[in-house]
């Protein structure tokens, strides 16, 4: 259910059950960018953009980590495009993809 998530994430927007958990995904996952939850972030401040939902982060980092777990994967996006090789899990893909087809993500 949605309401349970209670607690999200100002920086990626991660929603969590329990305050702690918030509080222990910032300081493992944000623990360099922790000065941004003392500040008002603004429009301008959001330079960095999720090509597949539009969503809008404050570094090239953040966006790395939406990116690798801010969209769930279903069936058929597990399976490399240029190679059909398939995958259990998005980040293998992910790697996969820096690892082998680096200067082929225009076909991706």
């Known amino acids: 259910i949605?309401?349970?998530?209670?607690?999200?994430?100002?920086?990626?927007y991660t929603k969590f059950k329990v305050f702690s958990s918030l509080k222990?995904?910032?300081?493992?996952?944000?623990?360099d960018e922790e000065e941004f939850f003392k500040k008002e972030l603004n429009?301008?401040?959001?330079?960095f953009e999720c090509k597949e939902c539009?969503?809008?982060?404050?570094?090239?980092?953040?966006?790395?980590?939406?990116?690798q777990y801010g969209h769930k994967f279903t069936g058929q996006e597990r399976?490399?495009?240029?190679?059909?090789?398939?995958?259990?899990?998005?980040?293998?893909?992910?790697n996969h993809h820096q690892a082998l087809h680096k200067k082929d993500t225009e076909f991706l």
């Open 79 to 94: 399976e490399c495009k240029l190679c059909y090789k398939k995958f259990t899990k998005k980040r293998y893909l992910l």
């Open 24 to 31: 222990s995904h910032i300081s493992s996952i944000h623990r």
């Open 43 to 47: 429009e301008s401040d959001l330079k």
């Open 54 to 67: 539009g969503q809008r982060f404050i570094s090239a980092k953040i966006l790395e980590y939406h990116t």
């Open 2 to 12: 949605e309401s349970e998530n209670r607690f999200k994430c100002k920086l990626c």
